[in-house]
């Protein structure tokens, strides 16, 4: 959420930033409930202010033992039209609150501007030292092939846009999981947390998802107002929601290792074949809670942290900044890694890492004590995918083929008993 006080004193500045996402925001609408606003506090702060002069003066005139019933009848006139006045403030206050939370975040100067994805800018690629033939089986084919990746029979127990792996490929994917939490436990510092796959409606708000974004999500037919978490940064980042937190305790690092739920509403029947587009995944998320001062500072270590793996699986991917139409509603600025996949002659998104500035933390109230001033400021609030699991696996079954095998990274043959193949020979 942006800052109110940008709105209120320079609301031209923020209708400019916000052009650059192609967001119109209706300014007659938000200045006349503003003025509303603006004129109803004024009256009801009056109001309250008579109303402690008249206690002040209904109590001298009792400890006089006079009589204060014409005060006390004044003082009953003005506590029923405060009470309206509140009333009337608090729905005014909350259609803005409403307003806000539509208001997608302002994006950082260095964002490109943009139509399209297309328009995204490359920054840097790397180049594996694998030799990938030049005629590749695609993963869906060569999975289903070796009857270690079946999708009808997952539709049969589901629906369309889930898998089942087995054998060597679930091997895998868990290898997968388990070399990225270690790698960011051990070698960056992040603590794990293990955290709920099911959150409240506030956790959704909080973080961005709601209101815009709730076709996208899966709510459960409960009493309560539950959803499955469409990513693990909704339960990690909530984890600071209504905390003022001590400066020497940032920056929070955490990394968890979560199934992720998304209805892809709108995808029109994209990636509809294989495990790109999944209606249930799992990634590694990490997570970073810090000073405003560090955060851009700390938008290019998650980049690192998440390159970090991609390098180690030796895959050939690059990093790229999304443009203004590609942000994302809470980002300022993102930055995705995509990995090549030979069978789509393509990089794909792979893990994308993103500065959210204050946003998130004004909805959820999630501050700290600076030791430069007495009163709390927010937080800083960052994430990336260290990396998207399935895409991961994608890859490798992918990019590492070798007829009927492939060939397992050096880095995770320890996780897989240290084989260095798997044989995908279809029977």
Known sequence: MLDPKLLRNDLDFVVSQLQKRAFTLDTKHYQNLEGKRKAVQIETEELQNKRNVLSKEIGEVKANKK??????????????????????????????????????????????????????????TYQSSFNTPEKVSDHAELGQASKQINFDQAAKITGSRFSILQGEVAQLHRALTQYMLNTHVEKHSYKEVYVPYI???????????????????????????????????????????????????????YVSHTPCFRSEAGSHGKDTRGLIRQHQFEKVEIVQIVKPSESWAVLDEIVSHAEQILKDLDLTYRTVILCSADTGFASAKTIDLETWIPSQKMYREISSCSNFLDFQSRRMMARYKSKNSNKPEYVHTLNGSGLAVGRTLVAILENFQDGDQVFIPDCLQPYMSNKKTIDLKGE
């Open 199 to 253: 959150v409240n409606e506030d956790s959704l708000i909080g973080t961005g998802q709601l209101p815009k974004f709730a076709d996208d999500l899966f709510k459960l037919d409960v009493d309560q107002e539950f959803y499955l978490i469409p990513t693990a940064e909704v339960s990690i980042t909530n984890i600071v929601r209504d905390k003022v937190l001590d400066s020497e305790d940032l920056p929070l690092k």
């Open 67 to 124: 009589d204060a019933k014409s005060l006390l009848k004044q003082a009953e006139s003005i506590g029923a039209t405060l009470e309206d006045k509140e009333r009337l403030l608090n729905d005014l206050n909350n259609e803005l609150r409403n307003i806000f939370l539509g208001i997608p975040n302002i994006l950082h100067e260095s964002v490109p501007p943009g139509k399209s994805p297309d328009d995204n800018k490359e920054i840097s």
